[in-house]
């Protein structure tokens, strides 16, 4: 029987690309998540909010496949706290935990430290 090569050619450079718009994506949820800490509006929290879950989401979708199991399950996790909040009652009103920042900043730091060690 042939050996089989470890990764399917091209994996690697796919790993890279997904690496390359982690960077820009860890930057975008931070930016989201900061917006709205800093708004006053219900409104204005959820929709930045909306934008860090729709960034999560599709971090979550690809990081376990290329081998970012740890990653993945995080963005899974962030996502999933966003959806929580928004579905209840305080994300109507707009009053956000501050629990849900730092699972958010913590996915962020992962992402970082990630990032580095691949550099």
């Given at each position: ?66 081998g970012f199991v740890e990653l993945g399950e995080a963005a899974r996790s962030c996502e999933g706290a966003i959806i929580t909040f928004l579905d209840s009652n ?30």
């Amino acid at each position: 029987m042939k050996d089989m090569p470890s990764e399917l050619p091209g994996l690697e450079r796919i790993k890279e690309r997904f690496l390359s718009l982690l960077a820009e994506r860890q930057t975008t949820i931070a930016h989201h998540a900061l917006a709205a800490w800093e708004s006053d509006s219900a409104a204005a929290q959820s929709s930045n909010l909306q934008g860090a879950q729709n960034v999560l989401h599709q971090i979550a979708g690809s990081a376990g496949s290329l081998g970012f199991v740890e990653l993945g399950e995080a963005a899974r996790s962030c996502e999933g706290a966003i959806i929580t909040f928004l579905d209840s009652n305080d994300g109507a009103q707009g009053s956000l935990p501050h629990s849900l920042f730092e699972e958010l900043d913590d996915f962020v730091c992962m992402s970082q430290t990630l990032l580095a060690q691949r550099s």
